[in-house]
């Protein structure tokens, strides 16, 4: 299975998918799609679209600070879950913190979200809950100090 990922130029596509994606999440917590917030956030996230083969089938956003690499979005579109595709987003995201020098890689992510399982197969391990939303961490780095 070959995925890649390339750099996001369709936001459009960003924002439909994760707002499809999130829609349950959000409307469980009663939370209002902000288009505005994110087309701002566009312009300061490193985009990627996700492709399996030649096929676009997901995006992922990331930021950096310092020694650190945040995943914003991990988004695959629902007929492609399940099949392995997140999995190899996470490891090339991995990949690409190790050679930015991030030390480790933080997300956030819904409780109830079964990609939680996905996460901690990858060796993420939760580092916080506050109102339904737990905060991850991968370890980057086998050195201690």
């Excluded at 300061?44 to 676009?56: H, M």
């Excluded at 629902?78 to 480790?104: D, F, H, M, N, R």
Aim: with cysteine; net charge negative.
């Amino acid at each position: 299975m070959e995925v890649q990922l390339k750099v996001g130029t369709d936001c459009l596509f960003a924002e439909s998918l994760t707002k499809s994606n999130m829609a349950s999440y959000y409307q469980t917590r009663g939370i209002i799609w902000d288009h505005d917030l994110f087309v701002s956030s566009w312009k300061d996230l490193d985009n990627y679209e996700v492709y399996l083969e030649q096929v676009r089938v997901g995006m992922v956003r990331l930021s950096h600070s310092d020694d650190t690499t945040f995943l914003r979005d991990l988004q695959i579109s629902p007929e492609y879950q399940g099949k392995g595709v997140g999995a190899k987003c996470l490891e090339l995201v991995v990949a690409q913190s190790i050679e930015t020098k991030s030390t480790q890689l933080i997300l956030r992510v819904f409780s109830e979200n079964p990609a939680i399982n996905l996460y901690e197969s990858k060796g993420f391990v939760r580092t916080s809950e506050v109102n339904g939303l737990v905060e991850m961490e991968l370890s980057l780095t086998s050195d201690p100090t």
